[in-house]
């Protein structure tokens, strides 16, 4: 380090040098933290320590080192250390988090809620994005906060409605909850996302395009563009995926690395693809994770199929606490401006109550379509409506809008951003223990429900009860044939798809990710 | 793709949508050939047709992909797409193949014959190196070839030195050879990677210093710092890494993903604290690797072992085809100046007369102190000659020269230096085959040999032979306290070390590596 300082003037001939040394200091701090980051998770995770979950640590050690290198003056120093290219956020960290949570996605119970998950990720996710947008608007027009325009609002609100599961949802499997409560927050979480990004990308380009005379048709065109391309062509990687080891026969001889080399090329073309094809490739890995895990996992080796878990698992581990240490770090170097502390508590007034009408509003919608012991709970909806944390979706949302608005306003956003991603991460994360425990979800016996569940699921059984007005009926019918729709589409997976794509036959290939599923995603515990 | 075309104008608010378009489509075509180098060397392999080794292949689609975007005429647009960055080639790609080649080291083998190899790969690769800038420098002197100043000519010495046996070893692996050659060539080519990064940084450094007068002793000072410094941290870090999974217990509990992430990030570490202080990460890494497999290895849990086997193999792989990839691509986009040709052909003469002068040597002075029965047979001299490919090593510190030397000097050197990895990858990688069949060291039982090896080994049997002249007999007897040195080596780990860093207390924990070792390394077939 001292010969680094030593060399001020850019030396003729080893510059290369010097910029690798630069390079490996940096990296070695990244390292550190990481290795921090786990051990520290570890410990306090050993002490049942809740209040302090994993991300919440790696946070507090960015935020830490960030405010450390803040005093000792040696900013600049630091921040080429870290180097930190949006480039290497968006390639490399993103993808596998992406992936994964696609991937650890267990089968059974996410179909079972299919519809209630859409509801929730679709529907209510654009309620959220667009109560946000209007809030905030709103807003700036009364003085409460920086003012921004229309879109840029919506923008806001869009990439501010992606929520991060992964704290949360590392508690519920600690504590025990629901199964279906489980299931609709992590599916929900999962989906919104590229809901999230699909809307943000609209918006941004109903932004530069603002001169051609916006028509409404054009921007839902352009939002089914990006969220059906980009799924179908996650999709289909998957399904190429799926036929291709089934049929290849890798399995049979010891091909154990050539397997997994190509096991785990494919999420990475599949991102690839669609980023190539102007499409997002976030949405596609996604939906490449779901396909891969539900169809082209039952088609490996049995050692390839152990050995792809864990390298997923470690790899979204790395990438996903990398980027808390990131933000944390981020938010401690930046240059605050107070300004921004209004936006930042209106904006996090406006996110809760936008949650809220996404969470209770769908709720509603579910509860008038499914039989009375199956509605979801009211100590549900709130679980749910807690459990919105914004994590590393929005942080890269934001990142890019700093690039896509004028100065100002990119850079209050991603102020705004990362500061509801530390706070919510650290408070939400904190509580989610207690708030568990008050709402009385912990431990209850999920398996009676999932098995209580499973008796209704294949024949529907109609709604013992007939009331309200007219209207109501009409969207009732309207939601219960669409409730048909993922029900049917069950049917189709059990019928057509998985035989077509997997090698096994026998009528139980669902049951893998079943009841064993807390053993199948997150968490240092599992295998 | 259409749409990249189309803006050719940077337009203001979407270059960032663009250039992660641009490099998703650079990517997606990396992914794509990634994957036709791992299926085309399945289906080779799988067709016995060992004159077109993996490597080769890559090497070959490489060349091809090239090739083609050179006669389209959108050169400039793949080589964006490529965005091949040095850093990245340095800090991702070279860490996980050198680290591997450390870590597949069987230690039974390897230690067992740890003079004769560390002779080879030191003593031996400084030979090569003098003797390949001396002819070099002599070649330009009369006018054979491009002129280079002699420490340059040095650097190239060096640099060419660095052999790449990943070809040769595979096929030695599927055809079945001695153990004791194996492990001659394994070894010596994981071990004179160190050196020659050594020697060419030295070099370099003194070509930077030509001003301030060139102490022979300060050289040698410079060498040592490299060399041992470079060797002690990587060491180190592997001890720390030992006694920390000896003593944190994480094999008791379920924390196989906690374990497998710290275990994986310390190699990078050991690469990165090596970059940090101004050493050579690479020669680090691989005594890290050796020293994790040797210690750290046997106190993970028995799945993270079988994980960080695959693990390691797994990235190496992906690394190592890229890197060939990479190599064929760019000999096929580069500019030829014919001026290359002369130097490229005198350079493959002299680094074969070299490679003579470094293997024949070397095998004089090991045989000087063997016993009759372990002699070094002269068929396996000449399987090691013949066994010097030049790979990633070379090329990476060939890419290096180009940003050190003047820029002719650098351009003929990796010109010359892509030239003849090529060469010597395609022709020797082919003919690999042929040559151990030539030599009959094909398949004659190793088992045996590492048997009557093994009953020689604790006790030194010494030379039944007295002959020779004084001095001969004086560089005997300095050589066999060397030999002796090695052999207590061998005791201090079996009565100090191995107890100290590892759990295990039985005496055969050295056997981990020892008969299976063909299932421990390399190609598809194993696990």
Redo the contacts between chains.
């Keep these: ?1 001292n ?1 680094t300082a030593a060399v001020v003037s850019p030396a003729a ?4 040098g010097k ?3 630069a ?3 940096g ?2 701090l990244q ?2 933290m ?2 921090l980051s ?2 520290l998770g ?1 410990v306090l995770r050993r002490h049942r320590f809740y209040y302090l979950p994993e991300a919440s640590a790696s946070l507090l050690i960015g935020l830490l080192v960030g405010g450390l290198a803040n005093i000792s003056n040696t900013e600049a120093n630091i921040r080429t250390w870290f180097n930190f290219h ?2 290497f956020f ?2 490399f960290l993103l993808p596998p988090i992406i992936f994964q949570s696609g991937f650890s996605l267990s089968p059974k119970p996410f179909f079972s809620n299919f519809g209630a998950i859409v509801t929730f990720a679709i529907f209510g996710t654009f309620i959220a994005a667009i109560v946000t947008g209007i809030l905030v608007y709103l807003g700036g027009l009364t003085f409460l906060m920086y003012k921004l325009p229309f879109v840029e609002c919506l923008m806001f609100g869009a990439l501010i409605s992606a929520t991060d599961p992964v704290t949360v949802l590392s508690i519920f499997q600690e504590l025990g909850t629901d199964v279906n409560l489980y299931a609709l927050v992590f599916g929900e979480s999962v989906l919104n996302d590229a809901m999230a990004i699909s809307l943000y990308r609209t918006m941004s380009s109903v932004r ?1 395009n603002t001169s051609s005379g916006q028509n409404f048709f054009l921007i839902i065109v352009q939002f089914l563009e990006t969220f059906v391309g980009s799924m179908s062509s996650g999709v289909g990687v998957g399904f190429i995926s799926a036929l291709l080891f089934k049929y290849a026969a890798l399995d049979i ?6 397997e ?3 096991f ?2 494919f999420p ?2 599949s ?6 094809l ?1 499409l997002s ?1 976030i949405v596609s890995i996604l939906f490449t994770g779901i396909v891969m895990k539900h169809y082209t996992y039952s088609n490996l080796s049995e ?1 390839s199929q ?2 792809a878990s ?2 997923f ?2 790899i979204s ?2 990438a996903e606490t990398f980027v808390f240490i990131y933000m944390g770090f981020d938010i401690a170097m930046e240059e605050h401006s107070w300004s921004h502390i209004g936006f930042i508590f209106f904006s996090i007034i406006f996110i809760v109550i936008a949650r809220a009408a996404n969470v209770f509003s769908c709720a509603y919608l579910v509860n008038l379509v499914r039989p009375v012991n199956r509605k979801i709970p009211m100590k549900h909806q709130k679980a749910l409506w807690y459990s919105g944390l914004r994590g590393a979706m929005a942080f890269a949302l934001a990142l ?1 809008s700093v ?2 608005l004028p100065e100002g306003h990119g850079k209050t956003i991603f102020s705004t951003t990362t500061a509801i991603v530390v706070l919510t991460v650290l408070l939400i994360g904190g509580s989610t223990g207690t708030m568990l425990e008050r709402l009385e979800v912990v431990g209850d016996g999920h398996n009676n429900e999932l098995l209580s569940y499973e008796e209704h699921h294949d024949g529907y059984v109609a709604p013992t009860y007939e009331e309200g007005a007219s209207s109501e009926s009409n969207l009732k019918t309207k939601l219960m044939e669409f409730h048909k729709t993922a029900t049917s589409f069950t049917e189709l997976d059990k019928n057509y798809l998985t035989p077509f794509f997997t090698s096994q036959t026998d009528d139980d290939d669902l049951d893998f990710g079943g009841s064993s599923h807390q053993s199948r995603r997150g ?5």
């Design positions: 380090m010969s001939d080893a510059p290369q910029e690798q040394q390079a490996g200091v990296i070695l390292i550190s990481l290795v786990f051990v570890h949006e480039e968006f390639l530069s001889e010891n091909l154990h690395n050539l997994s080399c190509l785990v090329l990475y073309f991102y690839m693809l669609a980023e190539g102007g490739g050692n152990r050995f864990s390298f698992h470690l581990s790395l890019q690039h896509e968490g240092f515990y599992d295998l």
